[in-house]
C-alpha cells in the first residue's frame, strides 16, 4: 500500500547518519496503486506533494520487467517523466519474452582483474623477455600481445580517456588528443592468441561500458567503441552482431545521450551499472533510429574516430578516410546536437529537458567553475 524510504541524516533513529530505513505497510487486498516517498528526511516529508507519488504494478512492470524492482525517484516530476519515457521506449533487453532482445545483444566481460592476472604483462616484462612495442602493442616474431583495456582509459565517446604512466592513470591532454597516432597505454598486456578466442569473432572493435559508477557523478552510464583489444571485467562489453556493427553507433548515441542517463539515474542504488540495470535502461527503437541515420551517423563517427587504431569502427560506418582532428569546441556542438534529437525521440518537452539538465549537479558545477556558466544546457 506504501513504502516510505528514509535517510537518517536528521538523526530519527539514534544510529548511524548512513543508515536508511522505511515504513513498509501491505494490505491483503491490493489497492491497484501503491504510494512511495524515497529520501525522506522528516516525517513531514511523507505528505510533500512534490516528493510523494503514486505507481501501479504496470507502472513497475513498465520499469523493470525484468527484475520487478521500484526505481528511487526523488520527486514526483522524477516520477512523471520516467514513466513517460517508458510508456514510449522498451528497455534494451526484456527476458523471457519473443523478440525481446531487438538489438540482438550480449552483454559480456573478457578478463576478470584478479582470476586472470596470472595472464597480464607488465611492460617491463615484456621488454626483459625481448618484445619489441609497436604502437601500443608487443609484438616478438610472430607472436603479439595485446593491450588491456581498463574503465579508466574509455569515456563517453573517447577511447583515449586516460593513458598509464609513470606508475599510474592520468588523463590524456588535449594536445594529445588531437594527434592521430597517439595511443593510450595500458597497465597491462595481454596474449593476442587468448583475447581472439575469448572475443571469438574477426570484429575489428569492441563496444563497452564503465561499470564502476554512481548516479550522483557528472555522468552515469557511460559507453564507448574502443579498439580490439584485452578488456578488464569492470569495462564489460556490450556485442552487437558481427554483421550489424554499424547499429554501434546509433546504440552508442541513444545510451550516451542525457535522456537515457537521466533515467538510468533514477534505477542505480549502489556503484555498479551491472547487467540488470543495463537489460533494463530504455533505449530507442532501431527502426526509429535508422531513420536519422544520416544525422547520427557522421556525427558518432566524427566523435569516435579520432586516431588511427579506430580505423575499424570507421570502416563499419562506411568512412575509410583519415580520422577527425580532436576539436573540443565542435564536440561540444556535435554532443549537443545529438542530445536535442534524443530528447525529441524520448517525446521530452522543453520544460522536461530544463527540469532534466537541472538534475546533474556535478557536472553543472564543473562547467560552473571552468566556464562560469552551464554550457551544456
Known amino acids: 500500500m506504501s513504502l516510505y524510504d528514509f535517510e537518517n541524516r536528521k538523526k530519527l533513529f ?3 547518519s548512513r543508515y536508511k530505513f ?3 505497510t501491505v494490505v491483503r487486498q491490493p489497492t491497484g496503486r501503491a504510494r512511495f516517498v524515497f529520501f525522506a528526511h522528516a516525517v513531514a516529508d511523507i505528505d510533500d506533494p512534490e516528493r510523494n507519488f503514486s505507481l501501479t504494478p504496470d507502472d513497475l512492470m513498465l520499469f523493470n520487467p525484468n527484475t520487478r524492482t521500484a526505481p528511487t525517484f526523488r520527486t514526483r516530476r522524477d516520477a512523471e517523466i520516467t514513466t513517460g519515457i517508458y510508456r514510449r521506449v522498451p528497455v534494451l533487453i526484456r527476458e523471457g519474452v519473443p523478440d525481446g532482445n531487438p538489438w540482438q545483444v ?6 576478470h582483474m584478479s582470476n586472470d592476472s596470472g595472464l597480464f604483462r607488465t611492460r617491463c616484462q615484456l621488454e626483459e623477455d625481448g618484445w619489441v612495442l609497436q604502437g601500443n602493442h608487443f609484438v616478438r616474431d610472430d607472436d603479439r600481445y595485446l593491450p588491456l583495456y581498463v574503465l579508466a582509459m574509455v569515456h563517453q565517446y573517447d577511447h583515449r580517456w586516460a593513458t598509464f604512466e609513470n606508475g599510474k592513470f592520468r588523463l590524456v591532454t588535449e594536445t594529445e588528443k ?8 595500458p597497465q597491462y598486456w595481454v596474449p593476442a592468441n587468448e583475447t581472439n578466442q575469448r572475443i571469438g569473432d574477426d570484429r575489428p572493435y569492441l563496444l563497452g561500458w564503465r561499470d564502476v559508477t554512481n548516479s550522483t557523478n ?3 552510464f557511460i559507453m564507448s567503441p574502443h579498439p580490439r583489444a584485452g578488456v578488464g571485467h569492470p569495462l564489460p562489453q556490450m556485442h552487437l552482431p558481427v554483421d550489424q556493427l554499424g547499429n554501434s553507433a546509433p546504440a ?3 545510451i550516451n545521450s542525457f535522456a537515457c542517463d537521466y533515467v538510468t539515474r533514477q534505477k542505480i542504488g549502489g556503484t555498479h551499472m551491472t547487467y540488470f540495470y543495463v537489460k533494463q535502461v530504455p533505449v530507442l527503437e532501431l527502426d526509429l533510429l535508422r531513420q536519422h541515420s544520416e544525422f547520427l551517423g557522421p556525427r558518432v563517427l566524427e566523435l569516435c574516430y579520432t586516431a588511427w587504431d579506430m580505423f575499424g569502427f570507421a570502416a563499419s560506418l562506411g568512412w575509410h578516410g583519415p580520422p577527425f582532428r580532436w576539436d573540443s569546441e565542435r564536440r561540444a556542438l556535435i554532443r549537443s546536437e545529438i542530445d536535442a534529437l534524443m530528447f525529441r525521440l524520448y517525446g521530452r518537452e522543453r520544460s522536461d529537458v530544463d527540469y532534466i539538465m537541472g538534475t546533474f549537479d556535478a557536472l553543472r558545477k564543473s562547467e560552473e567553475k ?8
Open 14 to 16: 539514534p544510529i548511524d
Open 370 to 377: 571552468r566556464w562560469g556558466d552551464y554550457r551544456t544546457k
Open 22 to 24: 522505511c515504513l513498509l
Open 218 to 220: 557528472a555522468r552515469t
Open 252 to 254: 552508442t548515441a541513444a
Open 178 to 185: 588531437q594527434d592521430p597516432t597517439f595511443l593510450a597505454m
Open 106 to 111: 550480449k552483454l559480456s566481460t573478457m578478463y
